[in-house]
């Protein structure tokens, strides 16, 4: 059984970091991309940021690029995003989410996390 | 601000047909693959529909999916009370480099 399970929401103050960490387990991690997709509070689905299954390439929403890094170690199994310069509009619940193929591109993602609350305040 | 723009809600009473339009653009829609989110109440959000039209083993052939051009479109026929929750579109956007989402649509049955 496919289990993603984040880890490191937290209330955080403007400007602040955060990592969070994602556990996969139930598949071959490194055979496939993944991806950090977020939801504010009653509010839509937003894609945040994806990497394949080497760690060789990343993409990342506008929103928070050159703020946001992702990353993995396929010897864990995990999943990181380090989140850099918080703003209030990062305030979210952040999903884990693994994609069908290995690239990232084109492929649906097939599993998702429960999510983790990140919150930006002061 | 989403480039995938969708109905914010539609509704129906039980058995009725649902349809939910997804409008997009030449470097997202009418490029690449769509697929559809499911999302109830409470819970993460589950893949209904991928490649425009193909259902992942489970999911009910009630949920059908189309598209032409830069528009696609989720139809739900027979709707049910488990279906009230919330629907994305999404797909990949050449140009953003990156993936976009539609804005959502609230499935309400009366």
């Known amino acids: 059984e496919v289990q993603l399970v984040e880890s490191g929401g937290v209330v955080v103050q403007p400007g602040g970091s955060r990592r969070l960490s994602c556990a996969a387990s139930?598949?071959?991690?490194?055979?496939?991309?993944m991806h950090w997709v977020r939801q504010a509070p009653g509010k839509g689905l937003e894609w945040v940021s994806l990497i394949s299954w080497d760690g060789g390439i990343t993409h990342y929403a506008d929103s928070v690029k050159g703020r946001f890094t992702i990353s993995r170690d396929n010897s864990k199994n995990s999943l990181y995003l380090q989140m850099n310069s918080l703003r209030a509009e990062d305030t979210a619940l952040y999903y884990c989410?693994?994609?069908?193929?290995?690239?990232?591109?084109?492929?649906?993602?097939?599993?998702w996390g429960q999510g983790t609350l990140v919150t930006v305040s002061s | 601000q989403s480039v995938l723009t969708q109905p914010p809600s539609a509704s129906g009473t039980p058995g009725q047909r649902v349809s939910i339009s997804c409008s997009g653009g030449?470097?997202?829609?009418?490029?690449?693959?769509v697929k559809w989110y499911q999302q109830l109440p409470g819970t993460a959000p589950k893949l209904l529909i991928y490649t425009n039209n193909q259902r992942p083993s489970g999911v009910p052939d009630r949920f059908s999916g189309s598209k032409s051009g830069t528009s696609a479109s989720l139809a739900i026929s027979g709707l049910q009370s488990e279906d009230e929750g919330d629907y994305y579109c999404?797909?990949?956007?050449?140009?953003?480099?990156?993936?976009?989402f539609g804005t959502g649509t609230k499935v309400t049955v009366l």
């Open positions: 139930g598949f071959t991690f490194d055979d496939h991309a």
């Open positions: 999404a797909t990949w956007d050449d140009s953003l480099n990156g993936y976009v």
């Open positions: 989410v693994k994609d069908q193929g290995s690239s990232g591109y084109f492929e649906p993602f097939d599993y």
């Open positions: 030449s470097s997202n829609i009418e490029s690449n693959t």
